[in-house]
């Protein structure tokens, strides 16, 4: 089992649609987690960190399920700017962070 | 802030050539890590250091990858003799140690071998 993994995509929503992305990670002890968003040529940047209790950040929400052991980002009211790869993150050991290989959204006009 | 700096933007080499990427991270940060992506395998951790020691080279992928960090501002990672395989975009990135810190990227070095 590969440590973080993701459904590649690519999800095509139409604007205004809300979508959901998993992410399920190998390492039980993990602690940290997060979800990055990268641009085509660019490099990731942190989009939110995500915390045992949930978080949410505008049209952005993060969970933990730590029982069965996925992340998930949910995007409400998607916008054409949307658009990229967001990747999730989990450590392997402190400090040592492991990505997936990402998920392509495209958000149709 | 002026972020981590990665240099060249962009690498065109010949196979068996030797090939130096150069990273300064983000000033107090005490972790640096280099990862490299490609399409087929994604972002692969290669090396982190901390406070200028390594502490995890198991992804760095054969002997002619290898990657220092002679103070608290500068790392390279050279590879020599280069291969075409190695073509990808190499990443530095840093953070803090505290718990729950995220890592902050340069813009990256896109490497052609040909």
């Known amino acids: 089992r590969k440590e973080v993994e993701q459904d590649p995509g690519p999800f095509n929503v139409p604007e205004g649609a809300t979508v959901a992305f998993n992410c399920t990670y190998s390492?039980?002890?993990?602690?940290?987690f997060f979800w990055y968003r990268q641009d085509c040529r660019k490099e990731p940047k942190l989009l939110m960190s995500v915390y045992s209790s949930g978080n949410e950040d505008g049209r952005f929400t993060a969970q933990l399920n730590r029982a069965s052991q996925y992340i998930s980002l949910l995007i409400r009211d998607s916008k054409l700017s949307d658009s990229a790869t967001y990747l999730c993150?989990?450590?392997?050991?402190?400090?040592?962070?492991?990505f997936g290989t990402g998920t392509l959204l495209a958000v149709q006009p | 802030d002026a972020g981590v700096i990665q240099s060249p933007r962009h690498e065109v080499t010949e196979m068996g050539q030797e090939v130096t990427l150069r990273c300064k991270p983000i000033?107090?940060?005490?972790?640096l890590f280099w990862y490299r992506q490609t399409m087929m395998r994604g972002l692969e951790l290669l090396i982190y250091?901390?406070?200028?020691?390594?502490?995890?080279d198991s992804g760095m992928p054969e002997d002619r990858f290898s990657a220092k960090m002679p103070n608290a501002s500068f790392s390279t990672l050279k590879i020599q003799p280069s291969e075409p395989r190695d073509s990808a975009v190499y990443f530095c990135a840093s953070s803090f140690s505290r718990a729950n810190s995220p890592l902050h990227f340069g813009n990256g070095t896109r490497l052609t071998v040909t």
């Open positions: 390492n039980s002890a993990s602690q940290s």
């Open positions: 993150v989990a450590p392997q050991a402190a400090n040592k962070l492991i």
């Open positions: 000033s107090g940060h005490d972790y």
């Open positions: 250091f901390n406070n200028n020691v390594p502490i995890d």
